[in-house]
């Protein structure tokens, strides 16, 4: 049997990249998303647009959907995963930093869920993963902005899964702790990410992006009746 269209943003490397080699390992044709065409293009993987598209861009993000649904069907599945992490004390941080978690983390994901809803619903069935964080549920130090996101993306996917039960859709939260991928590089502070890298040491590494992947996974392969609400998975020794 055929199998519906999911789509992935941030496939372009660590947990993204893990979840489309899944799904597609799975057998599922694939709308693969990020700004880094290359590096999404050289997974090969089959049955699989590769697209690059800034998720705060709708437009873009809009074409690409369009024309991905053309070729393969309408979307079941949104991984809303693409998302950047800035430590920084509140005080010394460039503005800059926050508002780009914010426009990448909270709209990027809230425009991926606007764009494919109206479907799900008029076709009673879908389901959408919004990649949260052990620290949208706590707040660490460093990570106020980063807090204030992933807060955001629970409280969101809760509000939304509220909004559409009814109509069968399911809306589940994934939030992993430490997962070892590029995410730290982005920090500007070498001192705050030395801190990051020293705790992570201390606690035996983080979990790898395949083992979120597996979470994903697990969610969405229930049957259409079953929601996952929430998965939080971490290194055994985080806090
Ligand atoms: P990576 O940095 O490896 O991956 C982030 C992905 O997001 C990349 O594919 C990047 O692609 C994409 N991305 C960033 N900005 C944009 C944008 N504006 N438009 C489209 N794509 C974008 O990090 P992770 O795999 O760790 O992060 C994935 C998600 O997991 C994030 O939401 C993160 O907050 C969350 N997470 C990560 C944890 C960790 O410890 N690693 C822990 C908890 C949650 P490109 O640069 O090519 O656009």
């Known amino acids: 049997m055929t199998k519906p ?4 943003t941030g496939a372009s490397s660590g947990i993204g990249e893990a979840a489309a080699r899944k799904f597609s390992q799975e057998g599922y044709p694939l709308l693969l998303l990020a700004r880094r065409l290359e590096r999404m293009e050289s997974l090969g993987l089959p049955n699989s647009l590769c697209r690059q598209v800034d998720v705060t861009d709708r ?7 369009e024309e991905a649904e053309e070729q393969y069907g309408p979307t079941d599945c949104l991984v809303n995963n693409a998302g950047i992490l ?5 005080d010394t941080q460039d503005p800059q ?3 780009l978690m914010f426009d990448i983390n909270v709209q990027g ?4 869920i606007h764009l494919v809803l109206a479907g799900m619903r008029r076709r009673k069935s879908g389901t959408l993963i919004n990649i949260s964080s052990v620290a949208g549920r706590k707040t660490f130090v460093n990570h106020a902005g980063y807090c204030g996101t992933k807060f955001a993306v629970h409280a969101i996917s809760e509000g939304i899964r509220e909004e559409v039960a009814d109509d069968n859709v399911r809306v589940v939260t994934i939030a992993p702790g430490i997962v070892e991928t590029e995410i730290l590089d982005h920090t500007t502070s070498d001192e705050i990410r030395q801190e990051y890298k020293d705790w992570k040491k201390e606690i035996g590494g983080g979990i790898r992006s395949e083992d ?23 290194p055994t020794r985080q806090q």
Do not use: D, H, K, S
């Open 5 to 8: 269209l999911v789509v992935i």
């Open 59 to 65: 437009i873009a993000f809009r074409a690409a959907l």
């Open 86 to 90: 800035r430590l920084g004390r509140m």
């Open 97 to 99: 930093e926050w508002q």
């Open 109 to 112: 994901l809230l425009n991926g």
């Open 212 to 234: 979120t992947a597996e979470a994903i996974w697990y969610a969405y392969q229930q049957p259409q009746n079953v929601c996952i609400r929430e998965v939080v998975l971490a």
